[in-house]
């Protein structure tokens, strides 16, 4: 699944697609950052591929230290959220007299309780952290690093029509694009059944816009990378047209 190791330095590592030489302690210090991109694949002189941190043994306190600055990270962004999101949803009931904010309290749970309880266990069950629990842990980073050498390519072609369509949106309006292209009931039935696919480009706010290009990216990018792009079209006409249907 994965290329030869590069020649001319015996230890490196790639940062996105581009390999970049280095020492074995520089190595061991550039796994052990929580950087973008992540080192998913590195080489050395045991294995004649490349092979994910996970699978180098002297790398066990490179992956440990990568893996508790991820787990304190998710953890400070789980109390942020878990912090402003409520207080949001206050500010709507009590001084904009709105009575309907539950997506605040649904955004404080997912982005703040989840993570907070994520970074919680995650830095607990690092205390039991050990290089065979690394070794089995292996198989699927080995996973992860395969899907991220894969190209997404339909993927995106989704995501930036609907994202020129989102930008349509915001210079025409969001109720005017709804109401020409959305789908509305009585237009279907007085015979505009393009409406049921046009609607599910549309979106009702930046917040239905940003959850729906997050799913997209996630899951679109693993069913291009283990299955084909054929089925990715194919899924996302049958769900567009189910979906309005239904």
């Given amino acids: 699944a994965f290329a030869e190791r590069p020649g001319g330095s015996e230890y490196g590592y790639l940062s996105g697609r581009k390999p970049v030489p280095c020492s074995r302690d520089e190595l061991s210090a550039e796994v052990s950052k929580q950087r973008v991109p992540a080192i998913l694949l590195v080489w050395t002189p045991d294995a004649p591929r490349l092979v994910t941190p996970a699978d180098v043994p002297y790398l066990f306190d490179a992956v440990r230290a990568r893996a508790r600055a991820a787990y304190r990270i998710t953890l400070i962004s789980g109390i942020v959220h878990a912090v402003i999101w409520p207080l949001l949803a206050i500010l709507h009931i009590f001084f904009l007299e709105d009575l309907s904010p539950p997506f605040l309290f649904i955004f404080a749970f997912v982005f703040g309780a989840v993570p907070l309880i994520q970074g919680v266990h995650g830095l607990l069950e690092l205390r039991a952290f050990t290089p065979e629990a ?113």
């Avoid at 509305?184 to 015979?191: F, P, S």
């Fill in 134 to 246: 690394m070794a089995r842990q292996a198989v699927a980073a080995r996973f992860q690093a395969w899907v991220s050498t894969r190209r997404p390519t339909l993927t995106w072609i989704i995501a930036g029509a609907i994202a020129a369509v989102g930008a349509s949106q915001i210079l025409s309006g969001v109720d005017a694009s709804i109401e020409a292209a959305g789908l509305v009931k009585d237009a279907v039935r007085g015979g505009e059944l393009w409406r049921l696919a046009t609607c599910a480009m549309l979106h009702g706010g930046v917040a239905h816009f940003v959850f729906n290009m997050m799913a997209l990216a996630v899951l679109g990018r693993l069913a291009e990378a283990i299955s084909s792009r054929a089925h990715v079209a194919c899924v996302f006409a049958l769900s567009v047209v189910s979906g309005s249907v239904a």
